[in-house]
């Protein structure tokens, strides 16, 4: 009993450190957060009276309801485009590539430059005058500049693509990696088609990689505001927009509080509900 007690001592005695940082660093914040969603913002002032106020406003809004609803379905597409881009090119450097180091040398390049500038480069690639356009009309393909490629959902979900795809190869690329490679032969030599190993052995063995993948992309993403105010325009607006906004110009402290805590308790959900689904989808590949 008492090597018992001196073991659990030792234990929480190593484990403060990172508890105290972790509490400061994000316990800390969000009840802040919290406290300050139950108060009321009076022009230069807030008035810390509780009130629930802010909620009832934040869920009566159409405008917050649209704007988060909209930030979940570029979230969603977002998620599925990096997932489908990525998994080709995780399985190709686990299971096909030779320097599988300098494959992954290559993923990490993005991540040597600024998030910042790498949007900024998207919006001269896309802009109406950009890469894309001066390309299309010197080969002749098209007579106008296209003006649908900037300023909307898809220029916000393919620039979120590429900034996310790297966390998106590598959970897969660990899980074909750990894959045991003797069950593929295995099914080979009982006549099991690329298509049958792949479906019946592959995907559901690296299947913890790829929800992995899709909620390191889609948790991050709905929150996103640069790229939807560098790129998105009007038609690309998010949540995290609204956010922003309340915390900056409004100077509505507590209504932006709200809306974060309204946001993660969506998120939450959502993420919830995908783990869930992504069960039942699993048990149907097996």
């Known amino acids: 009993m008492f090597r018992l007690r001196s073991e659990t001592s030792r234990g929480m005695a190593l484990s403060a450190p990172a508890t105290l940082y972790v509490g400061f660093l994000v316990a800390a914040p969000l009840g802040i957060l919290v406290a300050y969603s139950f108060w009321t913002q009076n022009y230069v002032s807030i008035d810390r009276t509780p009130t629930l106020s802010n909620y009832g406003f934040a869920l009566n809004d159409p405008l917050v309801r649209h704007l988060l609803l909209k930030s979940i379905w570029i979230a969603g597409l977002c998620t599925i485009a990096t997932v489908v881009l990525a998994y080709p090119i995780a399985y190709f450097i686990a299971m096909r590539a030779r320097r599988k180091t300098l494959w992954l040398l290559l993923i990490t390049i993005p991540f040597w430059t600024s998030y910042l500038l790498r949007v900024f480069s998207w919006k001269l690639i896309l802009g109406f005058k950009g890469l894309m356009n001066s390309a299309l009309i010197s080969l002749g393909a098209i007579d106008q500049p296209l003006a649908f490629l900037l300023y909307n959902e898809f220029a916000v979900v393919l620039t979120l693509a590429h900034a996310w795809a790297p966390f998106a190869i590598l959970p897969i690329y660990v899980s074909l990696q750990k894959m045991d490679r003797s069950l593929l032969e295995a099914a080979t030599d009982l006549g099991c088609t690329g298509f049958q190993r792949f479906r019946r052995i592959t995907l559901p063995l690296t299947?913890?990689?790829?929800?992995?993948?899709?909620?390191?992309?889609?948790?991050?993403?709905?929150?996103?505001?640069?790229?939807?105010?560098?790129?998105?325009?009007?038609?690309?607006?998010?949540?995290?927009?609204?956010?922003?906004?309340?915390?900056?110009?409004?100077?509505?402290?507590?209504?932006?509080?709200?809306?974060?805590?309204?946001?993660?308790?969506?998120?939450?959900?959502?993420?919830?509900?995908?783990?869930?689904?992504?069960?039942?989808a699993r048990g149907t590949i097996r």
């Open 207 to 280: 299947f913890p990689g790829v929800i992995a993948a899709c909620l390191i992309i889609f948790i991050p993403t709905v929150g996103d505001y640069v790229t939807p105010a560098l790129v998105g325009g009007s038609e690309g607006k998010m949540i995290s927009n609204l956010i922003q906004v309340q915390f900056g110009a409004a100077n509505n402290w507590p209504l932006g509080a709200t809306l974060s805590l309204i946001a993660m308790a969506s998120v939450g959900l959502v993420a919830t509900g995908f783990l869930f689904l992504a069960n039942l």
